[in-house]
């Protein structure tokens, strides 16, 4: 592979079909075949139903299409895992008794042609090398990939995020790939070399400023207009223009509502209502909600409970002879203050659970159990994915039924929520660290449970208890520059606007995806951004103070 280190590019000849249709259809027999397609392939796998009308189909390896029929509603809610990721999406028989649907793949479903791929040899090893997949579609949050595997002209790896395959042959002055799901062909590519710098940034057309009454798409969000709900237009129309002109950089979407109705809605840089958003970390405020179900239902006695009961008998030794780990709970890890040395930033020496180190471990649990102790638990705060990861641990102890069917029965189904994706860790648990893909729009909808109390259309699917005590102000994170008070898996800060503080209670991701909870305007905001190297991962803050709350603490 020496030869051809470096950087390459041509064009996907068919990127639609990363876009598959799914259908289910039942036969005579009261079997059922599941078909992916995508252009001229397709792939069929026949099932029966198992009890509760699920089903499991596995059409490869790196594939397990699992789903649940309601023939009365005439749909299917599935979920696609494939390696790193789970897909859900809503499969709808509106008429034939076929139910169809679609697996974007890569998250959008007019992806765009440009690919990239880097040949590199590895860091320690530089007889083994790598190629490592790029897009110009920001909408896709990027591929992961690894396994090169040479045969003479002959290549193959995968991406471990979407299952992606790819294979091609060593050409003189080329390289050619094809991309397969499940050993369906998908696309093909051409690959010469790059003569100049990639040019990876959004090449969508800049839209004005829309105040527009938001479309009522009939999931569940009230809407009305600015105007209605007390906004000064001016301010946002600065706010969109400065977007547009990317002195406000990477900005993907605005959402504001008031008052529990969506009254502003606008998308930029190429992104839509119907793509899904690396959340980041700003799940891990779902991650809580999670835990909060799960004392609601009795599957968690209180936040009192200690993680040493719940480790696997392997990992039971790490506690022996430490008061200090003997005393971390499900409390101290929803706040942050473990006490175990996993503080993901803001300290001069490395860390060693911090987030980039257990995930780079070939064994995440036995890199952060094992970690020695550095505070006593619920003493001292320092912000660390380490802590929302164990809960996940915990969790999956508790939870009997596969852990991503809790998630989806117990919390994204009441919301209305049928599109997203989940984070697998090494162990196919829902990673409670971070790495949900939703609409902004769903984001919203989260936004407003915890609003209005953990209640959804007049359904308590969350504990007001739980609500209120997630709220709540612990400790302040140490570890982070602007000391902010810290609930339940919530961030703290206040915002001044006309010299007057407003206080806010906020989720919060890397790259800047935020969902604000304004009590003091009624205001649930979500923003969702691509800020994850030039260090303006608070933008969204700036965008809050500058532009939204003016709008409507000066009326």
């Avoid at 974007?104 to 765009?112: E, G, M, V, W």
């Avoid at 094992?370 to 996940?392: D, K, R």
Wanted: glycine letters at 8%; one cysteine or more; aromatic letters at 12%.
């Amino acid at each position: 592979m020496k030869d051809y280190g470096g950087h390459w590019e041509g064009l996907l000849s068919s990127p639609q079909n990363f876009s598959i249709k799914v259908t289910v259809k039942k036969e005579k027999t009261g079997s059922y075949i599941l078909t992916l397609s995508a252009g001229q392939s397709s792939v069929k796998k026949q099932f029966k139903l198992l009890a509760g009308n699920t089903f499991e189909v596995k059409p490869d390896s790196d594939l397990v299409i699992k789903g649940i029929i309601n023939t009365e509603q005439k749909q299917i809610r599935l979920m696609i895992r494939s390696v790193q990721w789970s897909y859900h999406t809503m499969l709808t028989a509106p008429k034939t008794g076929e139910y169809t649907g679609r697996w974007n793949i890569l998250l959008a479903s007019n992806f765009r042609p440009e690919f990239y791929v880097s040949v590199e040899a590895g860091d320690t090893d530089t007889t083994k090398y790598e190629a490592y997949c790029f897009s110009a579609d920001t909408r896709f949050s990027g591929f992961v990939c690894g396994g090169l595997v040479q045969q003479g002209d002959s290549i193959h790896f995968k991406d471990f995020r979407t299952g992606t395959r790819f294979k091609g042959r060593l050409a003189k002055d080329a390289i050619t790939l094809q991309a397969s799901i499940a050993g369906m062909p998908i696309t093909n590519v051409t690959l010469h070399r790059s003569a100049a710098d990639w040019d990876l940034s959004s090449r969508a057309s800049k839209l004005p400023f829309n105040g527009n009454v938001p479309a009522n798409m009939n999931d569940g969000l009230s809407v009305s207009s600015l105007k209605a709900a007390g906004f000064d237009e001016r301010y946002l129309k600065l706010m969109a223009d400065s977007i547009n002109a990317n002195k406000i950089t990477n900005t993907h979407s605005v959402l504001i509502s008031r008052s529990g109705k969506l009254v502003y809605e606008q998308y930029f840089n190429g992104f839509d209502e119907g793509t899904v958003h690396d959340m980041r970390s700003a799940s891990k405020s779902i991650s809580s909600a999670l835990v909060g179900i799960a004392i609601d239902k009795g599957l968690l006695k209180d936040t009192a409970q200690k993680l040493i009961s719940f480790l696997p008998q392997r990992f039971k030794h790490v506690a022996d002879n430490d008061t200090r780990k003997q005393a971390i709970s499900i409390g101290s890890l929803l706040t942050m203050s473990s006490g175990l040395d996993a503080i993901d930033f803001g300290i001069d020496r490395k860390s060693v659970a911090s987030e980039d180190e257990y995930q780079n471990s070939p064994d995440w649990l036995k890199t952060v159990v094992e970690a020695p102790m550095i505070n006593y638990p619920g003493t001292h705060a320092n912000y660390s994915s380490a802590n929302p990861y164990l809960l996940g641990v915990i969790m999956d102890t508790v939870v009997k039924q596969p852990f991503a069917t809790f998630i989806d029965h117990q919390l994204f189904e009441p919301l209305g929520i049928n599109n997203y994706i989940v984070f697998n860790d090494p162990l196919n648990r829902p990673y409670f660290g971070g790495g949900m893909h939703l609409r902004p729009r769903d984001m919203l909808k989260f936004g407003l449970l915890y609003a209005d109390g953990g209640k959804w259309k007049n359904r308590q699917i969350i504990g007001k208890n739980w609500v209120d005590a997630s709220f709540k102000k612990y400790l302040v994170l140490e570890n982070h520059p602007e000391k902010n008070e810290y609930g339940f898996l919530w961030w703290h800060y206040h915002y001044l606007v006309n010299g007057k503080p407003i206080n806010t209670i906020e989720a919060r991701g890397a790259g800047g995806q935020y969902i604000f909870i304004v009590p003091q305007y009624r205001l649930v905001v979500v923003i969702t951004s691509a800020n994850f190297r030039n260090r303006r991962v608070w933008q969204p803050e700036k965008i809050m103070e500058n532009y939204i709350l003016p709008a409507v603490a000066t009326r």
